[in-house]
């Protein structure tokens, strides 16, 4: 009897497990996303999205240009180029820290500060993809398009020609009246020992430096059938420096353009075209170190501006000067001050030093100075800078703390990305270059 209730008990007990399994499924966990549909959610509402190629520009005009971009002419001493600080062999910058302009010596990475000379503020930035549209250029976005497009706002004293075509071309102007930069001093003498007549003319008259210079374009007798080629139907007599700066605008576009990068493929669906580690370094990127909320949009940057407590280097600008406080010059307001354009990061690995100081030499310190900004502006070693620049540091703790009191928000808290993750920040990064910008020698006439 008791083996027969044992039994049924049993029994009783197996059909109720039997119930509760057909009436509550345990459901399988849900699939997880891929990488490659993670990086894609990530980068989803950052406005990043594959660049269209450029226009074709008019071969005559890019022929005048890359003749102008090259030629020293157009400096007051008759011894630098645009292409002195923006060399074919160091990706269209010149790999130095702070620029040297009118009366350096040498070339490239050796080039040196000539007798009475400074350097030029702000690091030269690689003109690689300059012509996509951006809305500011330079450092301090002092040239813009901030009225509406084809609404040059440029520094004050200064008016661009309405035969300017391009926010590129209204910045191509501004050199030849630096006299850092191209122009030289009162007094210089050029290299065949005559007088640098742009140099005598008051820094108030731009349009008459501009009209020098044309003059010395125009007495050469290439320069007058370029232009003929270029503008047929505008007479020599009617040609301003608008025009030549529409040349050196249009060469910049053709020869300089360059957006087949491992991550554009990517993002037109290329799912190979990254590596992992590439990969979740984006995730990264559009992630965890908020790199995107400033890096946005098409080109990764260039429409805005943060004071991301980079080193002060240089002689500084303005009436801030030693200092350097970037936008703060150009629009007076507090949180402006120490800020600096977003750098567009297409190609960067290609394009270092770094910020607008060229305080860092490699992507790996970069990403370093961002982990801890705080940090990194107070304990900042600028022994990896070349003695002469070394010597332009602002290292005291007035200057320190004066950045960092306007230091971004979002830099305001340590990123605590460990060493991994830096890492794979910096392959993300490496994955922007377009392998074809690594080789521009043949762009040189």
């Not at 399994?21 to 399988?28: G, N, R, W």
């Not at 400096?75 to 923006?86: E, I, K, L, P, W």
């Amino acid at each position: 009897m008791r083996t027969r209730h044992l039994t049924r008990l049993i029994a009783l007990v197996l059909a109720g497990i039997a119930g509760c399994k057909s009436e509550y499924t345990i459901a399988d966990p849900p699939e997880q996303p891929t990488l490659d549909t993670q990086v894609r959610q990530n980068i989803g509402g950052w406005g990043v999205v594959p660049i269209l190629p450029v226009a074709q520009q008019n071969p005559a005009l890019v022929e005048l240009g890359r003749s102008l971009f090259f030629d020293k002419i157009l400096s007051g001493n008759r011894d630098v180029a645009c292409a002195t600080c923006h060399t074919m062999a160091d990706h269209a910058t010149d790999a130095l820290s702070l620029p040297i302009g009118t009366g350096g010596v040498s070339d490239g990475t050796t080039r040196t500060l000539g007798a009475g000379r400074q350097f030029v503020p702000r690091n030269a930035p690689s003109l690689l993809n300059q012509g996509l549209g951006l809305f500011y250029l330079f450092w301090d976005g002092r040239v813009n398009e901030e009225g509406g497009i084809g609404q040059f706002r440029t520094p004050a004293g200064v008016t661009i020609p309405p035969q300017a075509s391009s926010l590129l071309a209204a910045q191509a102007m501004l050199p030849v009246l630096n006299r850092t930069e191209m122009r030289g001093l009162s007094g210089d003498r050029d290299v065949a020992g005559n007088p640098n007549e742009l140099a005598t003319i008051p820094d108030e008259q731009p349009p008459q430096v501009w009209a020098a210079a044309m003059r010395r374009l125009l007495a050469i007798q290439e320069y007058q059938a370029k232009f003929a080629a270029a503008y047929p139907s505008i007479p020599a007599s009617s040609l301003g420096f608008a025009h030549a700066a529409n040349a050196i605008a249009a060469f910049e576009i053709q020869a300089f353009t360059h957006s087949n990068s491992p991550f554009d493929r990517f993002l037109a669906g290329e799912n190979r075209a990254m590596s992992t580690e590439e990969k979740r370094g984006a995730l990264l990127f559009f992630g965890k170190a908020r790199c995107s909320t400033c890096h946005s949009g098409p080109l990764l940057g260039g429409q805005s501006f943060a004071n991301v407590g980079v080193p002060q280097i240089g002689p500084g600008v303005g009436a801030a000067a030693p200092l350097d406080i970037g936008r703060g010059e150009e629009v007076q307001f507090q949180e402006y001050r120490f800020a600096f354009r977003v750098q567009p990061l297409r190609n960067v690995e290609l394009t270092a030093p770094y910020f607008h100081s060229g305080a860092y030499a490699t992507l790996e310190a970069v990403v370093r100075h961002y982990n801890n900004a705080d940090s990194a502006q107070k304990n900042y070693d600028p022994t990896n800078l070349t003695p002469a620049v070394r010597a332009e540091y602002h290292g005291d703790a007035a200057t320190k703390l004066a950045v960092l009191e306007t230091l971004d928000f979002r830099l305001r808290e340590p990123l605590r990305l460990t060493a991994i993750e830096q890492s794979q920040l910096v392959a993300f990064l490496k994955s922007l270059t377009d392998p074809a910008a690594r080789d521009l020698s043949s762009i040189a006439p």
